[in-house]
């Protein structure tokens, strides 16, 4: 699956995803002037500060989020007086292999005050070596998880999620596989970040997720799920793809909640919670659209639905799912968007 092709970057480019990432400005910001001890120990003699983004895609939103740690760090440095002391900058732009690296740095302008450097591979193995990295950002890029759950797709297991692509609606099994891949790769991702990231280095993930108590299908984005899935079942119905194939295809995706996400961490241990809580977003106050709606699920699945059923059904699907969507009043219900976006800062606790 290529990752890094055009829907990602369509999506990455939305107002939606600018929107959550302008709205971290702030708060990286207070994070930065709160919490980053830039006298202790792993920062006092540094050459280079070094910034990892976890799931960059080609930009531009990767750029403001490093600009929006960069800057805080410097102001930093020069008003505790420690202006001779402002280390050099270090940015590591991650994605999978197969995203589009050579546009992120075609579009990286000459004029930036960091080195630059790609880092491919998944963000839930070891990437960097130990206590290399003074500050991970990830935004949007969470909620993937690092496969569908095995038990979802073999027809012996209670999970089998027969004629559906998502834990939306499904058995309750379904879900529970979908909560401990959820588990296993935060899990996998916090482990190798702890071994990555300094002592007092800081870590601000931006991740999608719901309120807590509120079940994904009481959700805009789990009724589109629904929705995009109960139209490969009429195209099965119909013979254009076979049921056994819409069987097989499950989404790669996860929205996890704050206490169930707290607990992971908690397990973990090698973090503390600096802070956890809800963005707020400014994009989340307009009234969702059909044209919105339909191009977001096609630009974020297109690149998934061809590599399983081929590209000859794409425009099909995406004419039924605009039909559907249109006839929903629930999709299009402001009150009823309650995926959340959730601002994590972790400090990677002192190793003995
Ligand atoms: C929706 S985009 C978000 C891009 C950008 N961070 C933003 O906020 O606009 C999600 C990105 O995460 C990347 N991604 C998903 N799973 C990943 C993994 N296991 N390792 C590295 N990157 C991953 C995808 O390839 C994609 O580029």
Partial sequence: MNKGDGPYSYAQNSSYQRGV??????MIGEAIADKLDIKH????????????????????????????????????YQTQGLNSRIPEFQVFFNDHVTNDFNTLFTSLTPYKRYFAAGIPGSFY????????????????????????????????????NKGRIHYVGSAKEVLEAYSAQYAKDMESF???????????????????SLP???????????????????????MAKTGV?????????NLPIYYTSTKEL??????????????????????????????????????????????HFGSEI????????TEKVAESSFVLNLENRKVIELFVLLKRKMTN
């Fill in 21 to 26: 990432v302008d709205a971290a400005k702030e």
């Fill in 41 to 76: 120990l792993s920062f006092a003699s540094l050459n280079a500060f070094c910034i990892a983004d976890f799931g960059c895609s080609v930009g531009p939103n990767t750029f403001i989020a490093v600009q929006n740690i960069l800057e805080p760090v410097e102001f930093k």
């Fill in 125 to 160: 193995n070891r990437l960097f070596p130990k206590a290399s990295l003074h500050f991970v950002h990830s935004s949007n890029s969470l909620h993937w998880l690092s496969k569908v759950p095995k038990e979802v797709l073999d027809i012996n297991s209670p999970a089998w």
């Fill in 190 to 208: 916090l482990y190798a970040r702890a071994q990555e990231v300094v002592d007092g280095g800081l870590m601000a993930l931006l991740i999608a």
């Fill in 212 to 234: 807590d108590g509120i079940l994904h299908s009481q959700t805009t984005t789990g009724m589109l799920y629904e929705l995009l899935g109960s139209c490969l079942m009429d």
């Fill in 241 to 249: 793809v076979s049921e056994a194939k819409v069987d097989s295809f």
């Fill in 262 to 307: 707290e607990a992971i961490i908690e397990r973990n241990g090698y973090f503390n919670i600096e802070r956890m809580e809800k963005m707020d977003q400014p994009m989340m106050q307009a009234t969702p659209n059909l044209q919105m709606c339909t191009l977001h699920t096609r630009a974020v699945m297109e690149g998934l639905i061809k590599e």
């Fill in 314 to 321: 794409i425009d099909e699907l995406f004419n039924r799912y």
